[in-house]
């Protein structure tokens, strides 16, 4: 049976954890490794069964712990070359990847881990390189988009192909023109290389979302120019306009930011 948690999410820290009884793939790394601790003892989760972990991309609150977990636990690491570079020159990352844990992968090149079969794809964000994940295992198709400037034509494929989706809504277009971030950031964040809009994802659902989509988690929200119930309300309201209603249809959730979810069964 597989099971989903997300342990943070948002630019405080980004960290997922897709489980069975015997594998487990962690999914970034970007909260503290104290936490991460905390976390999974709560949860009555070994934190030694991190064996294997995916990461997106190299910004700081997605990977800053990748090194504490390798050290404590010896986990694999796959993401690509680029992605790997950008954690060694970053020096927001005090611990890096060690050489002999590095694994690298190729967009659009399925590889297994176990039981999962895992197909990195791009997403177009000003990072070195950014990557989701459409992970397959027993029949169920999970996909993962964060920080997503924009949705391209591979990544409405794998919107397509999900049971269960992760996909960022991160700020409403008004609330982030009309607040206090400098101008060169608001373009930075509405650029096609920045995040994803409410309005932007909820287009995405009503254009790309087929009836095998059982539950769509809303990540990355914005503190500052966004908030869980207009995130859920606004693209609830969008779906409804094309004919899809939101936990009918699929059901519809936020994902917190410095809080975890509960555990979600995959079925």
């Known amino acids: 049976m597989l099971r989903f948690i997300s342990f943070g999410s948002g630019s405080s820290g980004n960290c997922y954890y897709l489980y ?7 999914i970034d790394a970007g909260i503290g490794p104290r936490l991460l601790k905390k976390y999974f003892i709560e949860y009555g989760l070994p934190l ?15 990977v800053k712990s990748i090194g504490n977990v390798c050290e404590k636990t010896g986990a694999i690491v796959y993401t690509t070359r680029e992605v790997h570079i950008g954690i060694d020159k970053s020096y927001c990352i ?17 590889f297994s881990i176990g039981s999962f079969t895992i197909t990195p794809f791009g997403v177009p964000h000003d990072s070195a390189d950014n990557v989701g994940y459409k992970i397959e ?8 988009i964060t920080d997503a400037g924009e949705i391209t034509d591979e990544m409405k494929q794998y ?10 809504a991160n700020h409403d277009v008004e609330m982030l023109k009309a607040g206090h971030y400098p101008e060169h ?20 659902l009503c254009e790309n979302a087929t009836p095998k989509l059982r539950h769509v988690w809303l990540c990355h929200l914005s503190d500052e120019n966004n908030h869980p119930e207009l995130a859920r309300t606004t693209i609830a309201n ?30």
Do not use: M, W
Not at 20 to 26: G, I, N, W
Not at 101 to 110: L, P
């Open 20 to 26: 069975t009884e015997t594998e487990s793939l962690l």
């Open 48 to 62: 030694a069964d991190i064996k294997n972990v995916l990461l997106t991309h190299d910004h700081a609150d997605h």
């Open 94 to 110: 005090r611990k890096k990847v060690p050489a002999d844990n590095r694994r690298y992968v190729e967009k659009g090149k399925t």
């Open 137 to 144: 295992c027993d029949g169920i198709t999970f996909c993962i």
């Open 159 to 168: 919107i397509s192909d999900a049971n269960y989706l992760v996909i960022e």
């Open 185 to 204: 950031l608001k373009r930075r964040i509405l650029s096609n290389i920045g995040h994803l809009s409410n309005e932007a994802c909820a287009l995405a």
């Open 238 to 267: 969008i779906l409804r306009e094309h004919g899809i209603i939101a936990d009918t249809d699929f059901q519809l959730d936020t994902l917190r930011r410095k809080l975890p979810s509960e555990i979600n069964v995959l079925e």
